[in-house]
C-alpha cells in the first residue's frame, strides 16, 4: 500500500492475493486494482471487535 498513485498505477494486476491488516478506515481501492484478474482480497480488521 502505497500513497504514491503512480507507483500503485504500476502494480495495477500484480498480486493474486492481498492480505489487507489496515485496522483504520481506508479505502480499498487501490487493493483492488493491484489484485490480478480473478485474485483474491482477505480483509482482517480487529476493529469491530474493539468496540463495546
Given at each position: 500500500?502505497?500513497?504514491?498513485?503512480?507507483?500503485?498505477?504500476?502494480?495495477?494486476?500484480?498480486?493474486?492475493?492481498?492480505?489487507d491488516?489496515?485496522?483504520?478506515?481506508h479505502s480499498?481501492?487501490?487493493?483492488?486494482?493491484?489484485?490480478?484478474?480473478?485474485?483474491?482480497?482477505?480483509?482482517?480488521?480487529?476493529?469491530?471487535?474493539?468496540?463495546?
Open positions: 500500500m502505497s500513497t504514491d498513485e503512480k507507483a500503485m498505477a504500476r502494480q495495477k494486476g500484480r498480486f493474486d492475493l492481498f492480505l491488516t489496515i485496522g483504520a478506515r480499498v481501492e487501490p487493493c483492488m486494482t493491484a489484485l490480478a484478474m480473478d485474485g483474491t482480497l482477505c480483509r482482517i480488521d480487529m476493529a469491530a471487535a474493539r468496540q463495546p
